[in-house]
C-alpha cells in the first residue's frame, strides 16, 4: 500500500503543470479535484473485485419486524451477505422468486426524536416550564439491508465509504492507495 499526504499531490501536480505560485486552480478545487480521482480509483478497485478494507458485521444482526436492518454510517457497498451456514444470500433482482431467500439496500426513513438547537448560541434550548431540553421528532435518512422471506443472515460484509480532504483545507490527510 503506498502512502501519500494531499499536500504533496498537490504540490507535485502544480510543479509538473508549471504553476507552483499561480492561483489559477485554488486550494479548494485542488482538494475537490484529488477527491474525486480517490473516488473514482476506490471505484475501479471494488469493480475490479479487489478486496481490501471490507469490514464485517457478524453479530449484533437483528432485523426489525418489517425486516430492516439499518446499516453503519460508513457503509459504501456490499461485498458479501452470507447466512447461519455461511452460504451467501443473493441481492434481489427483478426476477428473484417471491420464496426466495435474498436481501436489497434502501434508503429509509426513520423518526428520530432530537434536541433543539438554538441558533445563536449553538446550545440546546430549554423549556422554561420544565427545565428540560426541548426536542423535536425528525425524518431521518438511513440506508437499510432488507431481508426478504427471513433469510438467516449471519453476516455482511461491506466496503466502508472511502477518506477525503476536508474541501476547507483544515489540515492534511494521508491516502493510502
Known sequence: MLHYKASDIIARAMTLANIQNSSFVSATENRQLINDAF????RIRIDEGEVFDLITLDHDIVF?????????DDFYQV???RDNYGNGVLRKNKNTIKNGKCYDIR???FDEEREVIDPETGEPEIDPETGEPVTEVVSVPKTCLINFNNALIKEIE???KPQTLDIEGTGDVELDL
Open 39 to 42: 473516488w473514482a480509483l476506490y
Open 64 to 72: 426489525n419486524s418489517k425486516g430492516e436492518f439499518i446499516l453503519p
Open 79 to 81: 461485498y458479501a451477505v
Open 107 to 109: 434508503k429509509r426513513y
Open 158 to 160: 461491506y466496503y466502508p
